[in-house]
């Protein structure tokens, strides 16, 4: 997805590059558009894209040519599309397809070769010139992309890891074909056993065409499954992007027609039959239905809708038929935020990537001088020359820097995107860097760890009165006429608690201010108003127990008797105790900041087990909460929802949003918990230590590789076939250890998705 965004006259531009391989590239063309005033770029081996920093007059095709005259192919992307179906998911791009070509062409014409190279048993009267026959057309054809790379490096005075492939190759074949001409070994009958170290015998020349057609064959195969394991780094983005719907059925004047989503329009009121996708964010008009947000926002349970009721685009319909109005399109759902967040998330760079990086961008040019050096060295300490050329070849296929490359981008794909896939998004990987350190939490209290709106938090009814259910029906009935929220509250719950069965009609409704209301409803006069002194010992004994809790009790009387105590509050969410509890397993401190009065704020504290509270903090007062935090030398993630809360979360070292908050909010954050669930909170910060364990142990692997295999080259202790194995194998490693991510599960206790 191409995006440019203009701030303090700076914009911000996505190219796709193509043809990088190794972290060397990325290195070369970071640097090329660095030379362009004002230019700075992030470069992500994984994804093949270039994130570029850039003034204003410089536009992007300057970009792209700039990108192109460093050697490799570039373009503005366009945003991902949903495939269209699973046979078209699975058939391969042209480029795939030859690709996988060449490497089946280069086994059948290499294998041979190994074969009867490493198996003296089976070698025949001049098999050595068969192996010469059949290892020419992997010498040049074969290994042609390495080659033409490799030339086109030198043009630009740079080298990559196609150099050092090249160089292997020609080198090798150049030898063995000298030594089967010059050197004795194309005599009929010679024998060559097979040794992991370099040898000559009875003074014959030793053929290397196992390492001829062996480098090739291995590099070939190792980038073949390396990029199909990268593609599946990439699936939950495209998992996303086919959420969206192609189609949609636009109601107008009670006449349907189905349209392309592009022809939907802002406030069109379009229908979604039962098993199809909601095509976009919208309120319901007409029906009610179960959605399942769980592909959306990871939320394992369906969740009930109604007249009213917003829903989110890509949401399955699980039961009626939904009329729903359009309150968002194209880049603005919540679906299309989504994609776009994991998308920028992938192109970013941790700190110790950036170091490999640097790392890289030197590393080719010293191995070509150690190869050098170590084939002057042996040259002149007066060795074999098959010897001294065995070493050489050895260091330049051993070394490799792709893993140094693919170390974190691989890492950083397979968690963002299952992250979003659990409902967590992050904004990049200094964001899973701050998350994995932070020590201390300020979590709001309103909409973060309750609901955030009044609802029923307890119903107390007298023993051998009407019961519960009849007392909240004649209240909820009576409530009906009510515009307050806690005459809302009570409605709601009623309707809940009986399913399905409509409130009866309410007359003779009346009000009063600071009160109550009162009406008949089936004959009999109902009031729901605030609790006085005479009260049964049942409803007596519940009202302290109710202003301990900070709820706001209300007294229902039926025909002048009392009946039962409602009491309504800001409940405490499901699922938040957990996740504190969690956070303070993990070693993180839960501080508890809220604008709402000292009793309800120690209440939700004293039910979560929060030690720390700070009540009646203004937005001011949160910000300066944090930066007091961190003066005493705390990492401190803030964690809210609201508008009040945005200057808190930019300030912290880690800004957690709620996906259920403000706009406002979320765009301060660097983390955001999209179906809000706070429980989710946990098991982010679980994600970032697993997902910067991972890449330290990528990271640790490919410099270790390369600390331990190229010395054993220099010496002349590593066959170059072998160090061509070990080579695809560090960067399949690498890959393969960061795709456990994908499968990573969250703390249990969370439904289907944990």
Not at 169 to 174: K, L
Not at 244 to 267: M, N, P, Y
Not at 563 to 588: F, K, M, T
Not at 638 to 651: C, F, I, Q, R
Request: aromatic fraction near 4%.
């Amino acid at each position: 997805m191409s995006t440019e965004a203009a701030t303090d006259q700076v914009l911000t531009t996505d190219v796709t590059v193509g043809g990088m391989t190794c972290a060397a590239c990325v290195r070369r063309v970071e640097k090329r558009l660095g030379k362009l005033e004002g230019v700075t770029a992030t470069v992500n081996l994984a994804t093949g894209r270039a994130r570029i920093s850039h003034p204003p007059h410089v536009r992007p095709d300057e970009l792209v040519a700039t990108v192109e005259q460093a050697g490799y192919t570039a373009a503005l992307p366009e945003p991902p599309r949903a495939r269209k179906g699973k046979d078209e998911e699975e058939t391969e791009t042209e480029d795939a397809l030859r690709e996988r070509e060449r490497l089946v062409a280069t086994a059948l014409l290499a294998v041979p070769v190994l074969v009867l190279s490493m198996v003296p048993a089976l070698q025949f009267r001049n098999w050595q010139w068969l192996c010469f026959m059949l290892a020419a057309p992997v010498a040049v054809w074969s290994s042609w992309p390495f080659h033409v790379r490799a030339l086109r490096g030198l043009r630009h005075s740079t080298a990559t890891m196609d150099t050092l492939v090249s160089l292997g190759v020609v080198a090798s074949f150049s030898w063995s074909a000298y030594a089967l001409f010059f050197g004795g070994a194309g005599v009929p009958g010679m024998r060559m056993p097979f040794s992991l170290l370099p040898s000559a015998e009875n003074g014959t020349a030793h053929v290397y065409l196992e390492a001829a057609v062996g480098v090739p064959l291995f590099v070939l195969a190792g980038r073949f499954l390396e990029a199909r394991a990268r593609r599946g780094t990439g699936t939950a983005l495209w998992s996303l992007a086919g959420l969206a719907a192609k189609e949609v059925s636009v109601r107008e004047g009670g006449v349907e027609r189905l349209v392309s989503i592009e022809e939907l329009g802002l406030g069109q009121v379009f229908a979604v039959r039962p098993g199809e996708r909601v095509a976009t964010d919208g309120q319901v008009t007409e029906g009610s239905s179960a959605v399942d947000l769980s592909l959306v926002t990871g939320e394992s349970r369906p969740v009930e809708v109604g007249p009213g009721s917003a829903v989110v685009g890509g949401a399955v319909n699980a039961g009626g038929l939904l009329l729903v109005r359009a309150t968002a399109i194209g880049a603005d759902t919540q679906l299309a935020r989504i994609t776009r967040l994991v998308t920028e998330a992938q192109a970013g760079k941790a700190k110790a990537q950036r170091l490999a990086d640097a790392v890289a961008g030197v590393f080719v040019p010293v191995v070509l001088a150690l190869a050098v050096t170590v084939l002057g060295f042996w040259l002149g300490a007066g060795a074999d020359p098959q010897a001294a050329v065995t070493a050489c070849v050895a260091v330049l296929v051993v070394a490799c820097p792709c893993a140094l490359g693919l170390a974190t981008p691989t890492a950083l794909m397979a968690a963002t995107g299952r992250g979003a896939q659990l409902g967590v998004l992050v904004s990049g990987p200094q964001a899973l860097e701050a998350l994995q350190h932070i020590d201390t939490v300020v979590l709001d209290k309103t909409g973060t760890l309750t609901s955030g709106h009044m609802t029923v938090a307890r119903v107390t009814d007298v023993p051998g009165g009407l019961g519960r259910e009849a007392v909240l029906r004649l209240a909820g009935a009576v409530e009906q006429g009510s515009e307050h929220p806690l005459g809302r509250a009570i409605v709601s719950y009623a309707r809940r608690a009986q399913p399905g069965r409509p409130l009866p009609d309410v007359s003779a409704f009346g009000a009063s201010a600071g009160r109550g209301v009162q009406g008949r409803v089936e004959g009999r006069l109902v009031e729901v108003l605030a609790p006085d002194d005479e009260l049964p010992s049942a409803l007596a004994d519940a009202l302290p127990v109710a202003e301990a809790d900070a709820h706001t009790p209300v007294l229902v009387r039926v025909d002048g008797v009392a009946e039962a105590l409602i009491e309504i509050g800001d409940v405490v969410r499901p699922g938040s105790y957990r996740a504190v509890d969690r956070l303070r397993r993990l070693g993180v401190h839960p501080v508890l900041a809220t604008g709402d009065r000292e009793a309800p704020a120690q209440a939700v504290a004293a039910e979560l087990g929060i030690e720390e509270v700070h009540a009646r903090c203004t937005p001011e007062g949160k910000a300066d909460l944090v930066r007091e935090l961190r003066e005493d030398g705390r990492r401190v993630a803030v964690v809210g929802d609201g508008v009040n809360d945005a200057a808190a979360l930019a300030g912290a070292d880690l800004g957690i949003a709620m996906g259920s908050g403000t706009d406002v909010a979320i765009g301060a954050a660097d983390v955001t918990l999209v179906r809000g669930d706070i429980e989710a909170l946990g098991d982010a910060v679980r994600l970032a230590r697993r997902t910067l364990g991972t890449i330290r142990a990528n990271l640790l692997w490919a410099f270790g590789y390369n600390v331990v295999t190229v010395p054993l080259a220099m010496v002349g202790l590593l066959n170059p076939m072998v160090a061509a194995a070990a080579m695809s194998v560090s960067s399949l490693l690498v890959v393969g250890n960061s795709l456990r991510l994908r499968a990573w599960q969250p703390s249990p206790g969370r439904g289907s998705t944990g």
